[in-house]
């Protein structure tokens, strides 16, 4: 409470101050995180009641908040982008180096380099700190490298002769067996086939008029395997708003139960309806009956 209200009052020349003050408390009070702390609401309200002030933009106490942020959003790569996009924290060394581990994180070794050489173009303070991180950094990705390399010659130098299972083309045909009674070989690969360039091609020519006649691609496994998978372009995106942080828990005020009025139904209107006599007479035992006195 008394935080809130010296937000809420404060007249000083530095409102920064009384939100790190409140971040700060907050996580020493909390240290567990959870929903008591309601850490991610007050570092939502913090970068969003000073985004409009340019002289924070390169304070380091502003781009903590935001990375603390970063946290609490389920996508942090597009804080980041975002950051970047709007000038924030571009000549701090925390930006590039938070940045970087996240990728190194997922595997984006290459992206992660790239993001160090932005912050090293910039000259990003501490520079020394920056530096450093990096060289740690391709340290770990050449130890990584060296050791898949070690494992790809361990496979090939086991001293065992290397036989690859033959593979099946798709709808061959196939030489029969027997004079009296044909019948399809079991084993479908090798000299089993017949005519395999002209199966080949009469394949080819099919899909290409499949593909003609209906207006779609059909897939063709023999050329697919040869086609390596597609590699994805990043394209650049130009943020004006923050991504927003995670799904927040539903939490609703109490409020009293009797408020609403529950519509009138005919069931209840108080008029009772006659139940129609039966066409019939039901069967009860004559020892049922009780006796009346």
């Not at 002289?55 to 950051?83: A, I, T, V």
């Not at 992206?111 to 990003?124: S, T």
Request: charged share 25%.
């Amino acid at each position: 409470r008394e935080f809130e209200s010296e937000i809420r009052f404060y007249s000083g020349d530095d409102p920064l101050d009384v939100w790190d003050r409140y971040i700060k408390w907050t996580e020493q009070t909390f240290p567990q995180g959870g929903k008591e702390s309601n850490l991610s609401a007050v570092l939502e309200r913090a970068v969003k009641a000073l985004n409009k002030q340019q002289r924070y933009y390169q304070d380091p106490r502003y781009l903590s908040l935001w990375l603390k942020f970063g946290n609490c959003c389920n996508e942090p790569l597009d804080l980041y982008s975002y950051l970047h996009s709007q000038e924030i924290g571009t000549t701090l060394a925390q930006l590039y180096i938070t940045w970087a581990e996240e990728l190194e994180a997922r595997g984006s070794f290459k992206k992660a380099d790239i993001i160090f050489q932005e912050g090293l173009n910039r000259k990003a303070e501490p520079l020394d700190k920056l530096q450093s991180h990096h060289r740690q950094f391709q340290t770990r990705v050449s130890r990584q490298t060296l050791l898949g390399l070690e494992e790809a010659t361990d496979e090939k130098d086991t001293g065992l002769p290397a036989t690859e299972e033959p593979q099946r083309s798709t709808l061959a045909d196939l030489k029969g067996r027997g004079k009296k009674k044909v019948r399809a070989p079991v084993s479908r690969v090798g000299d089993a086939l017949k005519a395999p360039n002209q199966n080949r091609n009469f394949q080819t020519l099919t899909s290409q008029q499949l593909s003609n006649n209906l207006g779609f691609a059909v897939f063709d496994e023999n050329s697919a395997s040869a086609s390596g998978p597609e590699i994805p372009v990043l394209m650049p995106q130009h943020w004006t708003e923050p991504p927003a942080p995670r799904a927040k828990e539903n939490d609703l005020r109490a409020g009293p139960w009797n408020s609403g009025r529950r519509p009138r139904s005919s069931a209840n209107s108080g008029v009772e309806v006659p139940c129609p006599m039966p066409s019939f007479t039901p069967y009860v035992e004559e020892s049922a009956q009780q006796q009346v006195m």
